[in-house]
């Protein structure tokens, strides 16, 4: 396994802003971290590069623990911080050269490739370049080396759509090619759209765990009778989630057809089914408070 944490914890004082986080997660993997401001991201992920050091617990990447032995662990990491700070006197390609020669990997086509699909002037010195700008220097200088974990904070902050689309391609690609992809949100479109599994922070826990094949083939089911229907489907993977009046929805993993089945014997008034996606779990942990 790449990256490892074994009851993973960090306190500040009494404050608890990482309790006891076990996950796993391997190569040829897009994970994201799911959660608001304060559910603990951004701790989880300077403990795993070995910026704080633990209270209690570990963690380990490519066998290399994240705190003890953590110059070794960053040797198979590129990272993208939530906040940026560039070298301002520098161009794009002088920053992007000069990182990766810190890497002992010289710079090779594929910054030109990559500078051309954002749509970037890797010449002009930073200062002149706007937060979008630079975020896609950062974000080049991380797609460049060959790494095999790739840590994102919030990776598609102040991208517009056509490059947040085009980001999330690039993981997709690095996945493909082997590499590990483990990335914070809060935006669920773009962790649907890219991730293999889906981690849930709450106040530091780490409360769900979610395969996005299994939720890709889950749906929400709303209908709405002319009476109250007499009883529901015995069906595998179908579940109530609500009943008023002559409206149920359902929760349904499962073929459609056995329910359509059963619902056009039933005095159906309207019917929408739609994938169910990741909103309503979060909701499950944070209410309201999803994008």
Known sequence: MLLRTEHLTKDYGRFRALDD??????????????????????????????????????????????????????????????????????????????????????????????????????????????????RKVALIQVLVPHAPLLILDEPTNTLDPTMRDELLSQLRRARDEGQAVLFSSHVLSEVEQVCDRVGILQHGR??????????????????????????????????????????VTWEYTGPLPPVLDWLARQPLEDLRVQPLGLAPIYHRYHGAQAS
Not at 90 to 95: A, D, I, K, P, Y
Not at 208 to 237: C, T, V, Y
Request: proline share 6%; net charge positive; glycine share 10%.
């Open 206 to 247: 780490l409360v769900h765990l979610q395969e996005m094949a299994e939720l890709r083939d889950s749906r929400l089911i709303h209908a709405r009778f002319a009476q109250p229907p007499n009883g529901q489907p015995m069906l595998p993977g179908l579940q109530e989630r609500e009943q008023k009046g002559n409206e």
């Open 21 to 134: 986080v076990n996950l796993e997660i391997g190569p040829g993997e897009v994970f994201g971290l799911l959660g608001p401001n304060g559910s603990g991201k951004t701790t989880a992920l300077r403990l795993l590069l070995g910026f704080l050091r633990p209270t209690t617990g570990s963690a380990s990447i490519a066998g290399h623990d994240c705190w003890h032995d953590s110059v070794a662990a960053r040797r198979h990491v590129v990272y993208l911080p939530g906040e940026l700070r560039l070298y301002e006197n520098m161009t794009g390609r002088q920053l992007v050269t000069f990182l990766g020669r810190l890497r002992g990997q010289p710079v090779n086509a594929r910054l030109e490739q990559l500078a051309q699909r954002l749509d970037i002037d890797l010449d002009r010195p930073l200062s002149q370049l706007s937060s979008g700008m630079k």
